[in-house]
């Protein structure tokens, strides 16, 4: 695709949200002609002062950039701003960088196709103030060959930029399992925090034993892991038997504190549930039965 007055490939941002905003600044700044647009006006003025250039109309913007990043709200976004234009995507590459799920990156692949449009998709694994910093990672989908010719240019946005598969969905199903582990862990942290609490132990003090048994944590699920792969799931740290006792101490605990004890007594019945199935032996790797649609 044609450049303006450099080198470097033609951008253009729309939706200026606060990772809109900081799309177009790292584009900007890495030195691409970079365009913007917003459905509701307003939120340039400061990427326009250092030399972004804001468009009038959703087809000026289109038509400004050979590489269409789009960053909205969801998926509906996207068509209702992109369907009146469409005549206008034919020769681009269309990079959607909104959050959805697997089965709305398809279908939008499919559609940006059907209007001549080369289509990515990615998903952001890191908030707006770490765009374009060498760890962050950003997760894309959609064909080999486009993401090639682009790498260098996505690279401007995190160092971290990794293509996963040709199939455009893919990308949304890391995004929402890597999110379940964010969340998990972050209610079970709340959980813990609720307990050491009414100790009137502060959050602070107790921290470094959270992070660092998080650590602890994360090496165990190397073995899970391999062992779920391989479909095998002999115990080689610690039986389903010989961790249901202290998933016990722990509703214990949580009742006669006064704490919600939700978290682990959904953990005890899933451990429970494996064993009464004979499977008192395994690892805690089994436990995946529970979650595979087979198991439903």
Not at 102 to 123: F, I, N, Q, T, V
Not at 205 to 210: D, Q, T
Not at 236 to 253: F, K, N, R, S, W
Request: with cysteine.
């Amino acid at each position: 695709m044609a450049t303006v007055g450099t080198d470097r490939t033609a951008v253009t941002v729309i939706g200026l949200g606060l990772m809109g905003r900081a799309l177009a600044g790292a584009f900007a700044a890495a030195g691409h002609p970079t365009t913007v647009w917003n459905r509701t006006p307003g939120k340039a003025a400061e990427l326009i002062a250092s030399g972004v250039r804001e468009a009038r109309t959703a087809a000026d913007a289109v038509s400004a950039g050979s590489l269409l990043i789009v960053c909205v709200r969801d998926y509906d976004a996207v068509r209702e701003i992109l369907a009146p234009v469409r005549g206008a995507l034919s020769g681009r590459v269309l990079l959607n960088l909104t959050s959805g799920a697997s089965d709305e990156a398809r279908a939008l692949a499919g559609w940006a196709g059907e209007h001549g449009a080369g289509y990515l998709d990615g998903a952001i694994m890191m908030t707006p103030p770490g765009i374009g910093a060498p760890d962050t990672v950003i997760l894309y989908g959609g064909s080999p060959d486009l993401f090639a010719e682009h790498e260098q240019t996505l690279r401007v946005l995190g160092g971290g930029t990794t293509h996963l598969s040709a199939d455009a969905g893919i990308p949304s199903l890391y995004d929402v399992a890597l999110l379940g582990i964010m969340w998990g862990t972050f209610n079970s942290f709340m959980h813990s925090l609720a307990l050491v609490g009414t100790e009137n132990v502060a959050a602070t003090e107790f921290l470094p034993f959270a992070t660092s048994w998080l650590g602890g944590v994360a090496s165990f699920m190397s073995t899970y892991a391999q062992q779920i792969d391989k479909g095998e799931y002999l115990a080689a740290d610690a039986t389903l038997e010989t961790q249901l006792p202290p998933i016990g101490h722990l509703v214990h605990e949580s009742h006669a504190r006064g704490v919600d004890a939700t978290i682990p007594e959904y953990t005890k019945a899933l451990i429970e549930k494996s064993i009464a199935q004979g499977h008192a032996l395994d690892s805690y790797a089994r436990i995946i039965e529970h979650f595979r649609p087979a198991a439903r």
